[in-house]
C-alpha cells in the first residue's frame, strides 16, 4: 500500500486535474460534484457546522441542484443517517467476533490481497461493481457506468484500490482515498465468490494497516443508504461486525435556490410516483431521497437501528 498520504490541498489539485470541479470550504474541507451530481462536502464524515452563504456559494458555483453535508444531531437537526466510522488504533483480529476471525482467515488463506494497478482494476473489476450495484438494488450496475466512475480516478496519487484475487477475477476490492491521516473506503465484490469472505478480508486488512500500522485518525465507510428501498439493516449489520462504529448524524439537503420553491409534499409524491415508473434512474432516487429527508423523514435510519436492536435482544 501507499507509503505517504497526500494533504488535502494536493486532493484537491489533483481532483482538478482530472476534471472533478472543486470548490474551498472552510475548516480544511472542499466542495466536490459526487458522481450523482450531488454537491458534497470532504472529507463526508466532517461534522462542524457551515454557514448558509458557504453553500449557497458552493451551489452557485458547481450549478448544482443539492448539496449534503453532515452534522451533529440537536433538537434542530435530527439525527438521520448512520455515520460508519473506526478510530481504535490497536484494531486487530483479536478483537474481533468469532465469525469475523473465521471469515478472514479463511479468506486470508484462500485469496490472494494485493493493491490493483490501474490497468488490472478497468479489466477485472466491473464484475464485482456490477454486483455489488445490484445488491443494492440499484440499476446502474453496469460496465459502462464502472467506466465512467472508475477510468478518470483510475490514477490518482491519493486513490489506492485494494483486490482479493481467487482463480484470476477479482473476487472483491477496496477503493480507498487516503488524505492526510484520514481515509474512505467503498467496497466492491462478485456474488459468486462471497464464500471466500473477501469483504471481510479486505476491510480487516485495511483497518488493520491504516489504524494500527499508520497510526491514521479515522477510516470512514460511508453512509447509510437514502434510497427509500435498499438493503440498509444487511449493510449496518455488516459494517459493525468488521469493527466500524454508527455514529447518529444528520445529513444536511440544501436545495439549489433557484429549487427551493420544490420543498413540499406534493413534489415528493410526484417524485416517488416517477420513481417507481423509473426505476433504473438512480439519479431520481438519490432525489426523492433527498428530499424526503428534507421534509424529515427517517425511515432509513430507524429501520436499521430497529432490526440491529432487535437481533441484540434476540441474541
Known sequence: MNGNSQSMTE????????????????SGTIWTTHHSGTLMRRPTF????????????????????????????DADHPANSWLYLCTDQTYSLEKLSSVMRRNVRRGLSELHIAPLTAEQLLEHGAPAF???????ELRDGTPEVFRERFVPHATLPSRLVLGAWKDGNIAAFLEITEVDDWAEIECFSMDALLQYRPNDTLIYTALHHYLAERRYRVVSYGLSSIHAESNASGLHRFKTKVGFQTIPVHRAFVLHPLLRPLINRATLW?????????PEDNRLKLAYGALAYMLGDTHMLEVAARRVNDEHAGS
Open 46 to 73: 466532517h461534522l462542524e457546522p457551515t454557514t448558509a452563504e458557504e453553500v449557497r456559494a458552493a451551489l452557485w458555483r458547481a450549478r448544482a441542484p443539492v448539496a449534503s453535508y453532515l452534522l451533529q444531531p
Open 130 to 136: 456490477c454486483d455489488t450495484r445490484r445488491r443494492a
Open 11 to 26: 486532493y484537491a489539485a489533483d481532483l482538478e486535474r482530472v476534471g472533478v470541479h472543486v470548490y474551498p470550504g472552510t
Open 270 to 278: 410526484g417524485m416517488k410516483a416517477a420513481a417507481q415508473f423509473r
